[in-house]
């Protein structure tokens, strides 16, 4: 079956590290996107890219880093230099005419 | 700036008790508006695109509409498994991501 996998599902972090979280589909959706999700914010907008070896920055991408090598994986990574990275992380898919999203499971990163 | 609101922020009904969920959207440029569902701690889930005023879609309990400004999800004789939050999000013409509003987060209790 087609879909999205995001992995870890939980993920632990000390301050000062960076950690990468995976996105993979194999919906040969040409567009992905990450999403940051916190308790009453809704989600919010780090990085999407629309074609391989491209990528452009969201409405929160202090501290956020992205690559797009291959068309099935858009992996991000949460530098130190993000001051806030514990939320709940969402990835997600679409083909260019965005005709809905489909999301992964998520990753809940926690800080500690 | 493009904004998408969602109201109530929380809900809470009796089984059996319908209501009317709201999304409301800044006009420039729609060029679809989408409904999810998102149980805790998953993604979400897509239920309804609605394209134009006066579109119509259902999905068992659910009823979703369009007007020019809002969009509506309504839930009749909702169910304890109806719970969850529900997302609203507007795709505007260009060449942008969706616009996500804050979510409602729905509570049927039996």
């Known amino acids: 079956d087609g879909g999205i996998t995001q992995s870890p599902k939980y993920l632990f972090r000390k301050e000062g590290q960076n950690v990468t979280l995976s996105c993979e589909q194999n919906?040969?959706?040409?567009?992905m996107y990450w999403y940051r999700q916190d308790p009453g914010q809704g989600l919010r907008l780090i990085y999407y890219?629309?074609?391989?070896?491209?990528?452009q920055k969201g409405d929160i991408a202090e501290g956020y880093s992205v690559s797009r090598e291959k068309k099935e994986s858009f992996p991000l990574t949460v530098t130190s230099a993000q001051k806030n990275p514990t939320a709940f992380y969402l990835c997600?898919?679409?083909?260019?005419?965005?005709?809905?999203?489909?999301f992964g499971s998520g990753t809940r990163l926690t800080v500690v | 700036e493009d904004q998408v609101t969602q109201s109530p922020e929380a809900l809470r009904l009796q089984e059996g008790e319908s209501s009317s969920l709201n999304c409301s959207y800044t006009?420039?440029?729609?060029?679809?508006l989408f409904w999810y569902r998102q149980d805790p701690g998953k993604g979400p889930e897509f239920l309804f695109t609605?394209?134009?005023a006066g579109e119509e879609k259902e999905k068992e309990r659910l009823k979703a509409t369009l007007t020019k400004k809002e969009s509506f999800l309504h839930i009749t004789a909702p169910k304890p498994e109806d719970s969850a939050t529900y997302l609203c999000?507007?795709?505007?013409?260009?060449?942008?991501?969706?616009?996500f509003g804050k979510g409602t987060r729905l509570s049927v209790i039996a």
């Open positions: 997600a898919s679409s083909t260019l005419d965005r005709d809905g999203y489909t």
């Open positions: 919906l040969n959706h040409d567009a």
């Open positions: 890219s629309q074609i391989v070896n491209d990528f």
């Open positions: 006009v420039s440029g729609l060029r679809g």
């Open positions: 609605l394209y134009s």
């Open positions: 999000a507007v795709l505007y013409s260009g060449n942008t991501p969706l616009v």
